[in-house]
């Protein structure tokens, strides 16, 4: 059984497959890039595989929080290949795929964040050992650096952080973060946290599924703002 990852919440769209024994992986920086690649970087990592689209078992998606325009460029592609197919469809936050990448040997307590704009971050924090799995903060939200106080004890600090920012959350975590290219998430975690205890969730309504977009995008905020007014929202935006 072939199994897909798929991580596009962030500036990086990357994209991994595997068969149990090998593993083929793809990716592109820049979040307008995103729909105009992703398909093409599948067909590359089932190519290497030498497998078709008709032999995917399972996908795992990461789904968010982050870019609204990424997260629905996975969404729709996850959708399509789950369309009256009999594929396994299950996700993770985008967040926990940094978080695992960054364990430490014997395990512990990882925060992970991600730019969430407006001076704030995406944060969300998990115990990862060996018997699983085990989130040990709120479902990722946005927050200012100050409230990362809050999310003790930790052992690592992880994610892509404005740099303006980088002070303030070494300051409320007591912990120096971890940036750069090694904080930017990687679809062959995805692949592997499908086997680990508590590192997946199942899709069993894929018509309905919508990714954890963590907050309105900056298009409706700004025309609410103009306006005086709220719009609707899709599920998984928190206000």
Not at 81 to 107: F, Q
Not at 187 to 193: D, P
Not at 209 to 234: C, D, I, K
Request: aromatic residues 4%; contains cysteine.
């Amino acid at each position: 059984m072939i199994a897909l990852a798929f991580d596009t919440a962030t500036e990086r769209c990357t994209v991994a497959a595997g068969d149990g024994e090998r593993v083929a992986h793809r990716f592109v920086d820049g979040a307008r890039r995103h729909a105009g690649a992703i398909l093409g970087l599948v067909d590359a990592v089932l190519a290497e595989l030498d497998v078709t689209a008709s032999g995917i078992g399972r996908v795992i998606v990461a789904n968010g929080p982050g870019s609204f325009t990424g997260l629905r460029v996975a969404a729709s592609v996850a959708k399509a290949l789950a369309w009256r197919r009999d594929i396994e469809w299950c996700v993770a936050p985008s967040l926990l795929v940094r978080a695992t990448a960054h364990a430490p040997t014997g395990g512990g307590n990882v925060l992970a964040l991600s730019d969430a704009l407006r001076g704030e971050l995406y944060g969300a924090s998990w115990r990862i050992d060996s018997a699983g799995i085990v989130r040990t903060s709120p479902s990722p939200r946005a927050m200012p650096p100050a409230s990362l106080a809050a999310m003790q004890p930790v052992d690592v600090v992880v994610g892509s952080i404005p740099p303006q920012l980088i002070v303030a959350v070494a300051a409320a975590t007591g912990r120096e973060p971890v940036t750069g290219e090694s904080a930017l998430p990687d679809a062959r975690i995805l692949l592997m946290l499908a086997n680990v205890a508590g590192g997946t969730t199942a899709v069993t309504d894929p018509a309905a599924w919508q990714p954890e977009y963590g907050r309105p995008a900056e298009a409706q905020v700004v025309w609410e703002r103009a306006h005086g007014t709220e719009l609707p929202s899709a599920p998984g935006i928190a206000r």
